[in-house]
Nanobody, 122 residues
Framework: QVQLVESGGGLVQAGGSLRLSCAASGRTSGKYAMGWFRQAPGKERDFVAA????????IYPDSVKGRFTISRDNAKNTVYLQMNNLKPEDTAVYYCAASTGVSRFTTAYTYWGQGTQVTVSS
């Protein structure tokens, strides 16, 4: 019902920046909260950021707080993740997802994108 496609990943130097985008299609009239997660090889899928439908509420784990910013433009059916001061430990596949409410848990999300690779070199 909802399709999510991430873009904007790539290879950057430590200290650099990237902006990821997640474009939604399908039943985009739904008032979904959105989240970003990441998964490095051999590790669990970790929470990165989430935002309410209105954009008023955002949550982040301590690992990215102050460096990453989630935002959304509902008129464009797009959510963004601005990543600044990137570190090698940020290297992972980044996924966007849609849920009915703001959450930091993967189980709360109904729809997932295919992921986009972010690689940070030292």
């Amino acid at each position: 019902q909802v399709q999510l496609v991430e873009s904007g990943g790539g290879l950057v130097q430590a200290g650099g920046s990237l902006r990821l985008s997640c474009a939604a299609s399908g039943r985009t009239s739904g008032k979904y909260a959105m989240g970003w997660f990441r998964q490095a090889p051999g590790k669990e899928r970790d929470f990165v950021a989430a935002i309410s439908w209105s954009g008023i509420t955002t949550i982040y784990p301590d690992s990215v707080k102050g460096r990453f910013t989630i935002s959304r433009d509902n008129a464009k059916n797009t959510v963004y993740l601005q990543m600044n001061n990137l570190k090698p430990e940020d290297t992972a596949v980044y996924y966007c997802a849609a849920s009915t409410g703001v959450s930091r848990f993967t189980t709360a999300y109904t729809y997932w994108g295919q992921g986009t690779q972010v690689t940070v070199s030292s």
